[in-house]
């Protein structure tokens, strides 16, 4: 293979490297008490995460919620989680706070890698967040009505970077999704897995099972305009009855962190056939490139 031809495969050689992921998934107490109010499961797959098929002990955070906040999003950008905080109350500024962890020992352990980020964004009355994922180009911002009707359920606000997102200042137009949520459930995250997104629904009464579903979306235009990829999953999971998801994340581990460029089956066999033609120097220059800066 020639080097352009290699260099031009790269980010294709990268979105298939981001594949491997671990699941993240967070819960919250629905009581506000003084520690331990967030615990983390995590999941080898996708498919491990619709089965509630769990790859370790559930982590407890120490971390103590203000009263008068709750979390309602967690996103890992391939170098930091970002954990979103938003007021319970609607008010007309400073309605959300993002605290960055290093990593998932530090999220789980509330060791934090800098100080708490107050965005000014005042949010609709009538809306809360109910997601935030970095999608290897942008942040994702999703909002959820607080009421139920039956279209335009959702809203996406996209970001360029951390700090777009910190201080409220979108990349594009809102884009409002016209789907109608099922009366019975709340979106609780919102994900991309290094190929596609993932949106989270949970059950708004507490049941004994089945209270997680997740449908996914091949690209953000898809996500927009709910049109998903394949057939809803649901979880058999039982969530404890005092406590809620409120987030989910995909924990690349691709460095670099995964970017979204469409990826046809045919092509990603293609460039697996080639790399096994001429495996040893291609892994040594894929290596040096995708190599720390
Ligand atoms: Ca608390
Ligand atoms: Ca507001
Ligand atoms: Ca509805
Ligand atoms: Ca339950």
């Known amino acids: 293979m020639r080097l352009p031809t290699l260099i031009a495969l790269l980010p294709l050689l990268a979105a298939l490297a981001a594949q491997a992921a671990t699941v993240r998934l967070m819960f919250e107490r629905d009581d506000d008490v003084a520690s331990n109010e967030l615990v983390f499961r995590s999941h080898a797959s996708l498919d491990d995460l619709a089965n509630n098929v769990i790859a370790e002990p559930d982590r407890i955070s120490p971390i103590n919620i203000a009263g008068s906040f709750s979390t309602t999003g967690l996103t890992w950008d ?109 979106t609780r995250g919102l994900s991309w897995d290094g190929q596609q997104y993932v949106l989270m629904f949970e059950r708004d009464d507490d049941v004994a099972i089945n209270e997680l579903v997740f449908r996914t979306y091949a690209d953000f235009d898809d996500l927009a305009g709910n049109l998903p990829s394949a057939p809803d999953r649901i979880s ?58």
Do not use: C, K
């Not at 999220?107 to 935030?132: E, K, W």
């Not at 995909?250 to 001429?278: I, N």
């Open 236 to 293: 058999p999971i039982n969530i404890a009855a005092n406590f809620s998801t409120t987030g989910l994340a995909f924990e690349w581990t691709a460095d670099p962190p995964p970017q979204p460029v469409p990826a046809p089956a045919s092509l990603a066999l293609a460039v697996l056939a080639l790399l096994a033609a001429t495996a040893t120097p291609v892994a040594r220059r894929v290596s040096r490139r995708r190599g720390r800066a």
């Open 78 to 186: 391939g170098q930091q989680f970002v954990l979103m905080f938003e007021r319970d109350d609607d008010v007309a500024s400073n309605e959300l706070v993002f605290r960055t962890h290093a990593s998932f020992d530090d999220l789980a352990g509330n060791v934090i890698s800098g100080p708490d980020r107050i965005s000014p964004i005042n949010i609709a009355a009538n809306f809360s967040t109910t997601g935030l994922t970095w999608d290897g180009q942008q942040y994702v911002l999703m909002f959820e009505r607080d009421d139920d009707v039956a279209s335009n359920e959702l809203i996406f606000r996209t970001y360029a970077s951390f700090d777009d997102l910190a201080n409220n200042l979108p990349s594009a137009p809102d884009r409002i999704s016209p789907i109608n949520i099922a009366a019975n459930f709340s």
